[in-house]
């Protein structure tokens, strides 16, 4: 164990409050694993046509959260949620490409923290959606291969993508998949991998304290992976969601049901609702590069073990929100229903790696905290989100029980087998609700906020709301 102690000064975090001058052993590496629009589509969630046996293994020694949800569904905004602990508002982290130095120019970012605490900080991949945000004063490494997402070399992404524009110029990308002869070493996540193998073993040389994050590009569109990933899965065998066609009666808002025009920009999609093979073929893609970045996944765990810094590293993986795979007919993310809400997260610590489940309600703004925690890395008492730290050490702990999300002008409060979402338009005025009862709906083909038998429980969820998030949350 690394004894040397470090002497933390930190001033102010974002809202002004102040963290003593305190002495502090720093004894434990963290390696954060981000997957780009994982969700928790694995074996070790329950899906056993998924082949992913490195983040199995990785399940195995970990606590994995089986009801973690993100705090805003879509990358950008979720990234800078995550490392800076502040929760999205009206008006910051609202977007794709949402920025920690213009929404939170104040804020003392996760990175800053562990850096001001002596750790070594390394970003390599997609840690932050926009790579410029990752400057030298926060980060002592920093890798993003040229050129990357976009990065297949020698396959015919590109080509694909100039002969779909002659024909189409406004189109922005071009195939949404695309079977690859092509080893996995011309792709962007093999060279992120490599470059975070390369680094661990430089960090094994010098012993210091190191907090490492790791930005895997897949299963982010376009799904185009190598023809080996693909044939992991038999597409005739592949189901679509029950509620693919939205059930009748369903009373869900049309707010609930816009996610935006991400997937509309490759060629390939003639329309908007997919047919059933083309919907297979989403499905059967979203899987194999679900695959493909396990086995990047992998390459990292197993140099680190080979290493034997696993005996001193804690691990946390997450994929930064959820994921539509074609359930209410809708795919990618941008909506407040559990699908793009609903997040992978699990935490192997070397102390307590019991390879478990646990099913408490935690939320993205609570990784800051609990990454500080498990350190022993100190952080401001003002923080929004909570230490889930106590969670990993006892499966007799107990969360804050609630998570809070939101996605445009909808406020999403998921408390015990609920979801309640409030609109909300520019003068703070409901315009629309909508709850989904889990324990009866977990598909959430109903909304029931207007049955009689869920009026008190409406009430009280719309009051915890404004009760417990409070005004700046609605700005």
């Given at each position: 164990?690394n004894k040397?102690i470090f002497l933390?000064?930190v001033?102010?975090?974002?809202?002004?409050?102040i963290v003593a001058?305190?002495?502090?052993?720093?004894s434990k590496n963290?390696?954060?694993?981000?997957?780009?629009?994982?969700r928790p589509?694995l074996n070790?969630y329950?899906?056993?046509m998924?082949?992913s046996p490195?983040?199995?293994?990785?399940?195995?020694?970990?606590?994995v959260f089986?009801?973690?949800?993100?705090?805003?569904?879509?990358?950008g905004a979720?990234?800078?949620?995550i490392?800076t602990?502040?929760?999205p508002?009206?008006?910051r982290?609202?977007?794709?490409?949402?920025?920690v130095?213009?929404?939170a120019?104040?804020a003392?970012t996760?990175q800053k923290r562990f850096?001001?605490?002596g750790?070594v900080?390394?970003?390599?991949?997609k840690?932050?959606?926009?790579?410029d945000?990752a400057?030298?004063?926060?980060?002592?490494?920093?890798f993003y291969?040229?050129?990357?997402?976009?990065?297949w070399?020698?396959?015919?992404y590109?080509k694909?993508?100039?002969i779909q524009k002659?024909?189409?110029?406004?189109?922005k990308?071009g195939l949404?998949?695309e079977?690859?002869?092509n080893p996995?070493?011309l792709?962007?996540?093999?060279i992120?991998?490599?470059k975070?193998i390369s680094?661990?073993?430089?960090l094994?040389?010098?012993?210091?304290?190191?907090f490492?994050?790791?930005?895997?590009?897949r299963p982010?569109?376009?799904?185009?992976?190598?023809?080996e990933?693909?044939k992991l899965?038999?597409e005739d065998?592949?189901?679509?969601?029950?509620?693919?066609?939205l059930k009748e009666?369903?009373?869900?808002?049309?707010?609930a049901?816009?996610?935006?025009?991400?997937?509309s920009?490759?060629s390939?999609?003639?329309?908007?609702h997919?047919d059933?093979?083309d919907a297979?073929?989403?499905i059967?893609g979203?899987?194999?590069?679900?695959?493909?970045?396990d086995?990047?996944v992998?390459?990292?765990?197993?140099?680190?073990?080979k290493m034997g810094?696993d005996k001193?590293?804690?691990?946390?993986?997450?994929?930064?929100?959820?994921w539509?795979?074609?359930?209410?007919?809708?795919?990618?993310?941008?909506?407040i229903l559990?699908?793009?809400?609903?997040?992978?997260?699990?935490i192997?610590h070397?102390?307590?790696?019991?390879g478990?489940?646990c099913?408490?309600?935690v939320?993205?703004?609570?990784?800051y905290?609990?990454m500080?925690d498990?350190?022993?890395v100190e952080?401001?008492?003002?923080m929004?989100?909570e230490?889930?730290?106590p969670?990993v050490k006892s499966?007799?702990?107990?969360?804050?029980?609630?998570?809070?999300?939101r996605?445009?002008?909808?406020?999403?409060?998921?408390k015990d087998n609920?979801?309640?979402t409030?609109?909300?338009?520019?003068k703070?005025?409901?315009?629309?609700?909508l709850?989904?009862?889990?324990k009866?709906?977990s598909?959430?083909?109903?909304n029931?906020?207007?049955k009689?038998?869920?009026?008190s429980i409406v009430?009280?969820l719309?009051?915890f709301l404004?009760?417990?998030?409070?005004?700046d949350?609605?700005k």
């Amino acid at each position: 164990m690394n004894k040397n102690i470090f002497l933390l000064t930190v001033s102010a975090l974002y809202s002004n409050s102040i963290v003593a001058n305190i002495n502090y052993v720093a004894s434990k590496n963290i390696l954060f694993i981000i997957c780009d629009d994982l969700r928790p589509e694995l074996n070790c969630y329950g899906n056993s046509m998924i082949v992913s046996p490195n983040i199995d293994e990785l399940a195995n020694n970990s606590v994995v959260f089986n009801r973690a949800y993100c705090n805003i569904p879509v990358s950008g905004a979720s990234r800078a949620s995550i490392f800076t602990g502040l929760r999205p508002t009206k008006s910051r982290f609202v977007s794709w490409n949402a920025r920690v130095d213009k929404d939170a120019p104040n804020a003392v970012t996760l990175q800053k923290r562990f850096k001001d605490a002596g750790y070594v900080t390394i970003a390599n991949g997609k840690v932050y959606h926009n790579q410029d945000e990752a400057p030298k004063k926060y980060w002592d490494k920093v890798f993003y291969p040229e050129g990357a997402p976009h990065l297949w070399y020698q396959t015919d992404y590109n080509k694909n993508l100039m002969i779909q524009k002659e024909n189409n110029p406004k189109l922005k990308r071009g195939l949404y998949y695309e079977y690859s002869d092509n080893p996995d070493s011309l792709f962007v996540d093999w060279i992120i991998a490599e470059k975070s193998i390369s680094d661990l073993k430089e960090l094994k040389k010098n012993g210091k304290p190191f907090f490492m994050s790791i930005g895997f590009i897949r299963p982010h569109l376009p799904f185009i992976v190598s023809e080996e990933y693909w044939k992991l899965y038999d597409e005739d065998s592949i189901s679509i969601p029950d509620n693919y066609i939205l059930k009748e009666g369903n009373l869900i808002p049309k707010a609930a049901l816009l996610n935006g025009g991400e997937l509309s920009q490759y060629s390939g999609i003639k329309k908007r609702h997919l047919d059933i093979s083309d919907a297979k073929k989403m499905i059967h893609g979203y899987y194999a590069s679900v695959s493909c970045v396990d086995v990047q996944v992998g390459r990292v765990l197993d140099a680190l073990k080979k290493m034997g810094l696993d005996k001193n590293t804690i691990i946390v993986f997450i994929g930064d929100h959820g994921w539509n795979l074609g359930e209410h007919g809708l795919w990618c993310k941008n909506t407040i229903l559990n699908s793009s809400l609903h997040s992978t997260l699990m935490i192997s610590h070397p102390e307590y790696r019991k390879g478990r489940k646990c099913n408490e309600i935690v939320e993205f703004i609570d990784l800051y905290p609990t990454m500080c925690d498990m350190a022993g890395v100190e952080y401001a008492s003002s923080m929004e989100g909570e230490s889930i730290f106590p969670l990993v050490k006892s499966e007799n702990a107990r969360s804050k029980g609630y998570c809070v999300s939101r996605w445009n002008n909808g406020f999403t409060l998921i408390k015990d087998n609920y979801f309640y979402t409030e609109w909300r338009d520019k003068k703070n005025l409901l315009v629309d609700s909508l709850l989904f009862d889990h324990k009866n709906d977990s598909s959430e083909n109903y909304n029931v906020v207007q049955k009689e038998e869920y009026s008190s429980i409406v009430n009280e969820l719309s009051e915890f709301l404004r009760k417990h998030i409070g005004k700046d949350y609605l700005k």
